[in-house]
């Protein structure tokens, strides 16, 4: 991810345990991703890492990105998914947005049948996205 590099933050995958398939427009689940790496890596420090993790979790699969840069108030939670909301953690921030990565990516998982969601504390930030697993072409697991 260029952009990620661009900042000077590395990006780490972690191994992929066994193939995992769902059911979902790659570019809109591309989309997604993006936005996710790409606010991890604006609100790292410079020189820092942000690691990408997937698991399998029961019938859904598990994407998280996670960075360590300073933590979301609990005062923007409530906001962190709408429209034009950005927060304003201004020390770790290397460059500024539109507020709508967010909004977008929660979009983007809601139409496909996934939950987006983040935990935030002292070690830094991870969102994560869920999606259904699907075991054959076009059968989501039940």
Known sequence: HSFAEGLGITLELEPLPAPIHVWADPL???????????????????????????ERVSQRVKISVHNHGEPISEEFRPLIFKKFSQSD??????????????????????????????????????????????EELGKPVK
């Open 28 to 54: 809109r689940l591309e989309q997604a991703f993006t936005n996710l790496i790409s606010n991890a890596a604006k609100f790292s420090p410079r020189g820092d890492r942000v690691s990408v993790r997937v």
């Open 89 to 134: 953690v201004g020390t770790t921030r290397a460059v500024k947005g539109t507020g709508l990565g967010l909004a977008i990516t929660k979009a983007i998982v809601d139409g496909l049948g996934g939950r987006i969601d983040f935990e935030s504390g002292a070690g830094g930030t991870t969102f994560w996205i869920e999606l259904p697993v699907v």
